[in-house]
């Protein structure tokens, strides 16, 4: 087995990574980087939906919610045993609480989602946008960067991750690191938005851990 340690910075981040069924993805203002491809020698790898897992926080003063959501495809391109490509997408209707139990649970989970009447915008609506998507830039030394896209918008992020490589699986894990998810226009409740909220807000930064697993 073979472990390269990677420092995903994540540089096109939400460009039109995600890699969106919609063709009318927003460009955001940022510069983006080129999807990178790989050679016809590359080895392809499907990411394992069962296996794989994007776990995430989100925080109000005096409470912290977590759960998770699921990916619906993938696919990562290997050369000499370097990741040089690679993408997958998220089934963003998927999102589960995970510290919540029976209408408490459903209830936040529909806000989140966007199917509770009258809350469709507030975070991710995904009757309208069911996807997110993320598509690999480039790789380079402790590096790789991505776009990311979610509601059609598209930035850039940077976070740490340990990539496992054999013949057989890759395996993509990483620590908690932050999102700011107003950079997705996702405003709902931010104070770095509206300033009238006192002490009644959510933190525009998100945790987000991931676990990616993909066979060969």
């Known amino acids: 087995m073979k472990t390269v340690t990677f420092k995903i910075s994540l540089l096109a981040f939400i460009t039109a990574a995600f ?7 927003t460009k955001s203002e940022e510069v983006l980087e080129d999807v990178a491809e790989a050679s016809e020698t590359a080895h392809s790898y499907t990411v394992d ?23 619906s495809s993938g696919t990562l391109l290997v050369e000499n045993n370097q990741l040089v490509a690679g993408n997958f997408t998220i089934d963003m209707t998927s999102i589960v609480v995970e510290d919540l139990e029976g209408e408490y649970k459903e209830n936040l989970e ?8 009258g ?10 946008y069911p996807t997110g998507t993320f598509e690999l830039t480039a790789v ?7 776009n990311l896209t979610i509601k ?12 496992n490589i054999t013949d057989d699986q890759i395996t993509i894990r ?43």
């Not at 930035?155 to 740490?160: G, I, L, Q, S, W």
């Open 140 to 146: 380079e030394a402790n590096n790789v960067r991505g």
């Open 152 to 163: 059609e918008e598209t930035k850039t992020v940077e976070f740490p991750a340990t990539i």
């Open 19 to 25: 890699v969106s069924c919609n063709n009318n993805t």
């Open 49 to 71: 939906t069962d296996g794989s897992v994007i776990k995430w926080e989100g925080k109000k003063p005096g409470t912290t919610h977590y759960g998770h959501v699921k990916l």
């Open 174 to 216: 990483t620590e908690q690191f932050d999102l700011d998810r107003t950079r997705w226009g996702i405003n709902f409740m931010s104070r770095s938005i509206f300033s009238n909220l006192g002490d009644n807000f959510i933190d525009d930064t998100m945790k987000i851990t991931l676990h990616i697993v993909a066979n060969k």
């Open 119 to 128: 809350k469709e915008g507030d975070f991710f609506d995904t009757n309208k």
């Open 110 to 117: 529909a806000h989140l989602k966007g199917t509770a009447e």
